[in-house]
Protein backbone atom coordinates (compact mmCIF):
# COMPACT_ATOMS: atom_id res chain seq x y z
CA UNK A 1 0.00 0.00 0.00
CA UNK A 2 1.49 3.48 -0.81
CA UNK A 3 0.47 5.36 2.05
CA UNK A 4 2.99 3.19 4.19
CA UNK A 5 5.88 4.07 1.87
CA UNK A 6 7.68 7.23 1.90
CA UNK A 7 7.62 9.65 -0.26
CA UNK A 8 11.34 8.84 -0.95
CA UNK A 9 10.74 5.42 -1.76
CA UNK A 10 7.27 5.53 -3.90
CA UNK A 11 9.67 8.67 -5.84
CA UNK A 12 12.48 6.28 -6.91
CA UNK A 13 9.67 4.00 -8.86
CA UNK A 14 7.11 6.48 -10.19
CA UNK A 15 7.15 6.04 -14.11
CA UNK A 16 5.67 9.76 -14.81
CA UNK A 17 8.14 12.50 -14.44
CA UNK A 18 5.99 15.43 -13.09
CA UNK A 19 4.96 12.57 -9.93
CA UNK A 20 8.62 11.75 -9.26
CA UNK A 21 9.35 15.99 -9.43
CA UNK A 22 6.78 16.08 -6.36
CA UNK A 23 7.47 12.99 -4.22
CA UNK A 24 11.38 14.46 -4.27
CA UNK A 25 10.42 17.67 -3.16
CA UNK A 26 8.41 16.24 -0.94
CA UNK A 27 10.95 14.45 0.79
CA UNK A 28 14.01 17.16 0.32
CA UNK A 29 11.81 19.75 2.00
CA UNK A 30 10.20 17.81 4.28
CA UNK A 31 6.82 19.39 3.06
CA UNK A 32 3.83 17.82 2.11
CA UNK A 33 2.06 21.22 1.64
CA UNK A 34 0.50 22.55 -0.81
CA UNK A 35 -0.47 26.80 -1.08
CA UNK A 36 -3.41 27.56 -3.18
CA UNK A 37 -2.36 31.34 -3.88
CA UNK A 38 -6.11 32.45 -4.91
CA UNK A 39 -5.59 36.24 -5.25
CA UNK A 40 -6.50 38.26 -8.21
CA UNK A 41 -3.33 40.81 -8.53
CA UNK A 42 0.42 39.77 -10.09
CA UNK A 43 1.81 41.51 -7.08
CA UNK A 44 0.37 39.87 -4.23
CA UNK A 45 0.47 36.72 -6.56
CA UNK A 46 4.19 36.63 -6.19
CA UNK A 47 4.45 38.02 -2.60
CA UNK A 48 2.58 35.54 -1.55
CA UNK A 49 4.25 32.60 -3.26
CA UNK A 50 7.75 34.06 -2.47
CA UNK A 51 7.34 34.18 0.85
CA UNK A 52 5.35 30.58 1.48
CA UNK A 53 8.06 29.44 -0.91
CA UNK A 54 10.74 27.93 1.52
CA UNK A 55 8.02 25.69 3.33
CA UNK A 56 5.92 24.26 0.36
CA UNK A 57 6.09 21.40 -2.09
CA UNK A 58 3.98 22.76 -4.76
CA UNK A 59 2.15 26.45 -5.78
CA UNK A 60 -1.24 25.71 -6.73
CA UNK A 61 -2.57 28.69 -9.71
CA UNK A 62 -5.61 29.50 -10.61
CA UNK A 63 -4.21 32.28 -13.86
CA UNK A 64 -7.30 33.12 -14.79
CA UNK A 65 -8.43 35.05 -12.03
CA UNK A 66 -5.33 37.37 -12.29
CA UNK A 67 -6.30 40.62 -13.31
CA UNK A 68 -2.95 42.02 -14.72
CA UNK A 69 -1.77 39.17 -16.46
CA UNK A 70 0.67 39.03 -18.72
CA UNK A 71 3.41 36.17 -20.09
CA UNK A 72 6.19 37.69 -17.69
CA UNK A 73 3.97 36.33 -14.62
CA UNK A 74 5.33 33.21 -15.66
CA UNK A 75 8.76 33.85 -16.34
CA UNK A 76 8.82 35.04 -12.79
CA UNK A 77 6.59 32.15 -11.27
CA UNK A 78 8.69 30.17 -12.61
CA UNK A 79 11.92 31.54 -10.98
CA UNK A 80 10.43 31.58 -7.65
CA UNK A 81 9.65 27.77 -8.67
CA UNK A 82 13.64 27.29 -9.10
CA UNK A 83 14.72 29.62 -6.10
CA UNK A 84 12.40 28.07 -3.79
CA UNK A 85 12.22 24.29 -5.36
CA UNK A 86 8.60 24.08 -5.68
CA UNK A 87 6.38 22.15 -8.49
CA UNK A 88 3.27 24.09 -10.12
CA UNK A 89 0.24 22.89 -10.39
CA UNK A 90 -2.53 25.29 -12.37
CA UNK A 91 -5.69 24.02 -10.95
CA UNK A 92 -7.65 24.57 -13.97
CA UNK A 93 -10.26 21.65 -14.12
CA UNK A 94 -10.62 20.96 -18.22
CA UNK A 95 -13.95 19.50 -18.48
CA UNK A 96 -14.35 19.45 -22.56
CA UNK A 97 -14.18 17.03 -25.41
CA UNK A 98 -10.74 16.00 -26.22
CA UNK A 99 -10.29 18.20 -28.77
CA UNK A 100 -11.15 21.45 -26.96
CA UNK A 101 -8.79 20.57 -23.81
CA UNK A 102 -6.26 20.21 -25.89
CA UNK A 103 -6.50 23.38 -27.41
CA UNK A 104 -6.84 25.13 -24.27
CA UNK A 105 -4.06 23.50 -22.50
CA UNK A 106 -1.41 24.26 -25.00
CA UNK A 107 -2.57 27.58 -26.45
CA UNK A 108 -4.55 30.57 -25.79
CA UNK A 109 -2.94 33.19 -23.17
CA UNK A 110 -2.11 30.90 -20.96
CA UNK A 111 -0.58 28.10 -22.00
CA UNK A 112 -0.67 26.48 -19.12
CA UNK A 113 1.06 23.02 -20.32
CA UNK A 114 4.20 25.17 -21.25
CA UNK A 115 4.86 25.67 -17.81
CA UNK A 116 2.21 23.66 -15.45
CA UNK A 117 4.16 20.49 -13.99
CA UNK A 118 0.72 19.67 -12.70
CA UNK A 119 -2.91 20.21 -13.87
CA UNK A 120 -6.40 18.48 -13.28
CA UNK A 121 -9.34 17.48 -15.30
CA UNK A 122 -13.12 16.63 -14.60
CA UNK A 123 -14.07 13.00 -15.17
CA UNK A 124 -17.14 14.50 -16.86
CA UNK A 125 -16.22 13.86 -20.89
CA UNK A 126 -14.71 10.64 -19.86
CA UNK A 127 -11.45 8.73 -21.12
CA UNK A 128 -11.73 11.34 -24.66
CA UNK A 129 -10.43 13.89 -22.09
CA UNK A 130 -7.69 12.43 -21.02
CA UNK A 131 -6.01 11.51 -24.98
CA UNK A 132 -6.79 15.01 -25.30
CA UNK A 133 -4.49 16.25 -22.13
CA UNK A 134 -1.88 13.52 -22.83
CA UNK A 135 -1.73 14.32 -26.48
CA UNK A 136 -0.38 17.93 -25.19
CA UNK A 137 1.03 16.82 -22.08
CA UNK A 138 2.71 13.66 -22.02
CA UNK A 139 5.34 14.55 -24.36
CA UNK A 140 6.38 17.37 -22.12
CA UNK A 141 6.58 15.14 -18.88
CA UNK A 142 3.60 16.86 -17.46
CA UNK A 143 1.11 15.05 -15.08
CA UNK A 144 -2.62 14.76 -14.83
CA UNK A 145 -4.76 14.69 -11.55
CA UNK A 146 -8.53 13.77 -11.97
CA UNK A 147 -10.84 15.41 -9.48
CA UNK A 148 -12.41 11.88 -8.23
CA UNK A 149 -14.27 13.68 -5.40
CA UNK A 150 -14.70 17.17 -4.27
CA UNK A 151 -14.34 19.32 -0.84
CA UNK A 152 -17.89 21.14 -0.93
CA UNK A 153 -20.82 20.52 0.49
CA UNK A 154 -23.65 18.84 -1.78
CA UNK A 155 -20.78 17.42 -4.24
CA UNK A 156 -22.13 15.28 -7.21
CA UNK A 157 -18.47 13.26 -7.08
CA UNK A 158 -19.39 10.31 -5.21
CA UNK A 159 -19.95 6.67 -5.02
CA UNK A 160 -19.79 5.21 -8.84
CA UNK A 161 -18.68 8.50 -10.38
CA UNK A 162 -15.74 8.69 -7.79
CA UNK A 163 -14.95 4.80 -9.33
CA UNK A 164 -14.92 5.71 -12.37
CA UNK A 165 -12.67 8.07 -12.10
CA UNK A 166 -10.71 5.96 -10.51
CA UNK A 167 -10.75 2.91 -13.56
CA UNK A 168 -10.12 5.78 -16.36
CA UNK A 169 -7.27 6.60 -14.10
CA UNK A 170 -5.87 2.78 -14.04
CA UNK A 171 -6.30 2.99 -17.85
CA UNK A 172 -4.25 5.66 -18.12
CA UNK A 173 -1.23 5.88 -15.21
CA UNK A 174 1.90 6.96 -17.50
CA UNK A 175 -0.28 10.21 -17.37
CA UNK A 176 -2.94 10.48 -14.88
CA UNK A 177 -0.88 10.82 -11.66
CA UNK A 178 -3.37 10.91 -9.19
CA UNK A 179 -6.61 12.70 -8.04
CA UNK A 180 -7.79 15.82 -6.24
CA UNK A 181 -9.93 13.86 -3.45
CA UNK A 182 -10.50 13.79 0.13
CA UNK A 183 -9.44 10.26 0.63
CA UNK A 184 -6.91 7.08 -0.55
CA UNK A 185 -9.06 5.68 -3.47
CA UNK A 186 -6.68 2.41 -2.95
CA UNK A 187 -9.44 -0.43 -3.12
CA UNK A 188 -11.72 1.70 -4.80
CA UNK A 189 -13.25 0.29 -8.09
CA UNK A 190 -12.88 -3.45 -9.71
CA UNK A 191 -9.18 -3.18 -10.76
CA UNK A 192 -7.32 -2.22 -8.05
CA UNK A 193 -3.59 -3.40 -8.07
CA UNK A 194 -0.91 -3.16 -5.29
CA UNK A 195 1.46 -1.75 -7.54
CA UNK A 196 -0.71 1.42 -8.41
CA UNK A 197 0.38 4.36 -6.78
CA UNK A 198 -2.06 7.59 -7.43
CA UNK A 199 -1.08 10.78 -5.68
CA UNK A 200 -4.14 12.22 -3.25
CA UNK A 201 -4.06 16.32 -3.36
CA UNK A 202 -6.66 17.53 -1.01
CA UNK A 203 -8.16 20.50 -0.33
CA UNK A 204 -10.75 21.86 2.15
CA UNK A 205 -7.88 21.95 4.61
CA UNK A 206 -8.20 24.81 7.12
CA UNK A 207 -6.91 24.22 11.57
CA UNK A 208 -9.29 27.56 12.70
CA UNK A 209 -13.12 27.39 10.94
CA UNK A 210 -14.78 24.10 9.29
CA UNK A 211 -15.92 26.20 6.40
CA UNK A 212 -16.81 29.49 4.56
CA UNK A 213 -20.12 30.86 3.35
CA UNK A 214 -20.09 29.09 -0.03
CA UNK A 215 -19.93 25.38 0.61
CA UNK A 216 -16.14 24.76 1.20
CA UNK A 217 -15.82 22.54 4.31
CA UNK A 218 -12.64 22.03 5.99
CA UNK A 219 -10.45 19.16 7.83
CA UNK A 220 -7.95 19.30 9.64
CA UNK A 221 -4.38 17.87 8.32
CA UNK A 222 -4.51 15.22 11.01
CA UNK A 223 -7.73 13.99 9.34
CA UNK A 224 -6.85 14.26 5.46
CA UNK A 225 -2.94 13.00 5.89
CA UNK A 226 -3.64 10.33 8.73
CA UNK A 227 -7.17 9.20 8.96
CA UNK A 228 -7.72 9.48 4.93
CA UNK A 229 -4.10 8.61 4.02
CA UNK A 230 -3.69 11.81 1.71
CA UNK A 231 -0.45 12.84 0.37
CA UNK A 232 -0.47 16.46 0.00
CA UNK A 233 -3.15 19.22 1.72
CA UNK A 234 -3.88 22.14 -0.51
CA UNK A 235 -4.25 25.14 1.51
CA UNK A 236 -5.50 28.98 0.30
CA UNK A 237 -7.22 31.41 2.65
CA UNK A 238 -5.92 29.70 5.88
CA UNK A 239 -2.54 30.62 5.21
CA UNK A 240 -2.94 34.43 3.65
CA UNK A 241 -6.14 34.83 5.32
CA UNK A 242 -7.79 38.21 3.46
CA UNK A 243 -4.65 39.95 3.71
CA UNK A 244 -1.80 39.43 1.44
CA UNK A 245 0.36 41.95 2.83
CA UNK A 246 0.70 40.45 6.30
CA UNK A 247 4.16 38.86 5.93
CA UNK A 248 5.30 37.56 9.64
CA UNK A 249 1.85 35.91 9.63
CA UNK A 250 1.81 34.25 6.14
CA UNK A 251 5.02 32.62 7.51
CA UNK A 252 4.10 31.52 10.78
CA UNK A 253 0.47 30.14 9.23
CA UNK A 254 2.87 28.44 6.42
CA UNK A 255 5.08 26.68 9.37
CA UNK A 256 2.65 25.91 11.34
CA UNK A 257 0.10 24.05 8.18
CA UNK A 258 3.95 22.23 7.47
CA UNK A 259 4.71 21.00 10.48
CA UNK A 260 1.05 19.64 10.95
CA UNK A 261 1.38 17.93 7.68
CA UNK A 262 4.63 16.61 8.23
CA UNK A 263 4.04 15.35 11.64
CA UNK A 264 0.60 13.72 10.65
CA UNK A 265 3.09 11.56 7.36
CA UNK A 266 5.01 10.55 10.14
CA UNK A 267 2.17 9.19 12.27
CA UNK A 268 1.19 7.62 9.40
CA UNK A 269 4.13 5.87 8.19
CA UNK A 270 4.95 4.10 11.46
CA UNK A 271 1.71 2.11 10.84
P1 LIG B 1 -9.22 27.56 0.40
O1 LIG B 1 -8.21 26.74 1.23
O2 LIG B 1 -8.96 29.03 0.48
O3 LIG B 1 -10.65 27.18 0.67
O4 LIG B 1 -8.91 27.22 -1.15
C1 LIG B 1 -9.09 25.93 -1.66
C2 LIG B 1 -8.58 25.85 -3.09
O5 LIG B 1 -8.72 24.50 -3.54
C3 LIG B 1 -9.30 26.70 -4.10
O6 LIG B 1 -8.35 27.17 -5.05
C4 LIG B 1 -10.27 25.77 -4.81
O7 LIG B 1 -10.46 26.13 -6.17
C5 LIG B 1 -9.57 24.44 -4.70
N1 LIG B 1 -10.45 23.25 -4.58
C6 LIG B 1 -11.29 23.06 -3.50
O8 LIG B 1 -11.35 23.90 -2.59
N2 LIG B 1 -12.07 21.92 -3.43
C7 LIG B 1 -12.05 20.95 -4.39
O9 LIG B 1 -12.72 19.94 -4.24
C8 LIG B 1 -11.19 21.14 -5.49
C9 LIG B 1 -10.41 22.28 -5.57
O10 LIG B 1 -9.58 22.43 -6.60
Known amino acids: MAHRRTYGDRA ?11 LETIERKQSNLAVSVDVVSAKDFLNIIDVVGPF ?14 TPQLITELQALSAKHDFV ?3 DRKF ?12 SGVHKIASWS ?6 PVPGPSIIAGLSSVGLPLGRGLLLLAEMSTKGSLATGLYTEAAVEMARENQD ?8 RRMDGVGKNSTSEEDFLILTPGVGLDVKGDSMGQQYRTPEQVVLESGCDVIIVGRGIYGKDPSLVDSIVSQAKR ?3 AGWQAYLERIKG
Open 12 to 22: KVHKNPAARLL
Open 56 to 69: VCLVKTHVDIIEDF
Open 88 to 90: IFE
Open 95 to 106: ADIGNTVSLQYS
Open 117 to 122: HITNAH
Open 175 to 182: FVIGFIAQ
Open 257 to 259: YQV
